[in-house]
């Protein structure tokens, strides 16, 4: 398939990329560099051996976008596009409402006008709120929207919303949901990892950058919550394992069963702050500094899935581990973006 690649420059965008060159599809990159870099896209071109058609485009300008759609025939889009910070979209909800929302809606309605059929939409497991007892599966009850704590999460239930209604008008439009949980690791290249520009809004590549000196020292929001050391507990996932949950999904398109197919792509074990500090120290031989600071608005005790559904349907099941998450994001950080 060719693929148009909402965001394709960012952190999980890049490596899925580069998983689906590997499985022989082509893929067309849009992004508009608010939290990525060119130079992520360059070095998924070394990886990949191929060189990618890159447009510098906000998604939520349709004139600009309609222009990409217009020169590139496309099979698919994969939406990445979205703002993507928990705390932040407490501090600035209309940003993300503004983005989230606004990019999701130009991109479907071009769909539309270009007679594209087939999305996969990035989503989170924050749909699932703060009353969702983990380990979490699909049949859950989601998208009520006073559960969730979060902005950001909000933004991921209406365009699931947005997508379902979608699919119930329109009998050809095929909508794959991927709700996933914490993404962390790097390429085994080292040429691409979770390079945020400013500040890093997640911890991983926080923790990365106090191993490698970079920054004094980590914040922990909160030790008081219900888990066995009073950190959050969350489901981490290498990313290259997600980006390859990418490429089973799009089996979907194949079906003729059903509009709309939602998946949990996690490992199914949940994984507290201080465990990840420590296991990152360990792969890294390095201290990693941490000060216990108050709770972050917007977080929830514990959020992991049940991933059962995604390894019978999809034949997909994450392969990595916490040791190999922390150790290439430790190599991508401390020698990689070459």
């Known amino acids: 398939m060719r693929i148009l690649v909402a965001g394709g420059a960012g952190y999980i965008g890049s490596h899925t990329i580069v998983e689906l060159y590997a499985k022989g ?34 998604c939520c300008d349709k004139k600009k976008l309609r222009a990409v759609f217009k020169k590139e025939k496309v099979d698919a889009i994969i939406m990445f596009q ?6 932040e979209s407490v501090k600035i909800p209309l940003k993300y409402y503004r983005n989230n929302i606004d990019s999701a ?18 989503s989170s497991a924050t749909v699932y709120g703060k009353n969702a007892k983990s380990p979490i599966d699909e049949n859950d009850e989601a998208l009520r929207l006073n559960d969730i704590t979060n902005p950001y999460g909000e933004t991921k239930a209406m ?68 888990t066995k050391d009073g950190t959050g507990v969350r489901d981490y996932i290498h990313v290259v394992d997600l980006a390859k949950g990418h490429v089973s999904a799009l089996k979907c398109y194949k ?41 972050r608005a917007g977080d929830v005790d514990k959020l992991y899935c049940k991933p059962k559904k995604a390894k019978t349907e999809l034949g997909w099941e994450a392969k990595l581990n916490i040791e190999n998450m922390c150790k290439s994001s430790y190599n991508y950080e401390n020698g990689g973006r070459r």
């Open 25 to 58: 599809h082509t893929v067309v990159c849009v992004d508009n560099l608010y939290n990525a870099k060119l130079s992520a896209v360059k070095n998924v071109e070394k990886i990949v051996g191929k060189k990618i058609p890159f447009y510098k485009v906000d």
């Open 82 to 87: 979205g703002y993507k910070a928990v705390g």
């Open 255 to 295: 079906e003729k069963k059903k509009n709309i197919y939602i998946y949990n792509l996690g490992t199914g074990r949940g994984t507290s702050v201080l465990e990840l500090v420590n296991a990152y120290e360990k792969a890294s031989g390095k201290k990693v500094k941490y000060k216990i600071v108050g709770r």
């Open 159 to 226: 365009i699931e919303k947005i997508l379902m209604d979608k699919a119930n008008s329109d009998s050809k439009f095929k909508a794959v949901i991927l709700r996933y949980f914490n993404p962390v690791g790097a390429h085994e290249s080292a040429l691409i990892g979770e390079d945020p520009n400013g500040l890093p809004n997640n911890l991983m590549p926080y923790i990365a950058k106090v191993a490698t000196g970079k920054l004094p020292f980590l914040n922990v929001y909160g030790n008081n919550y219900k």
């Open 105 to 122: 809606l130009t991109i479907i309605e071009l769909m539309d006008e270009f007679n594209i059929h087939n999305i996969m939409f990035s």
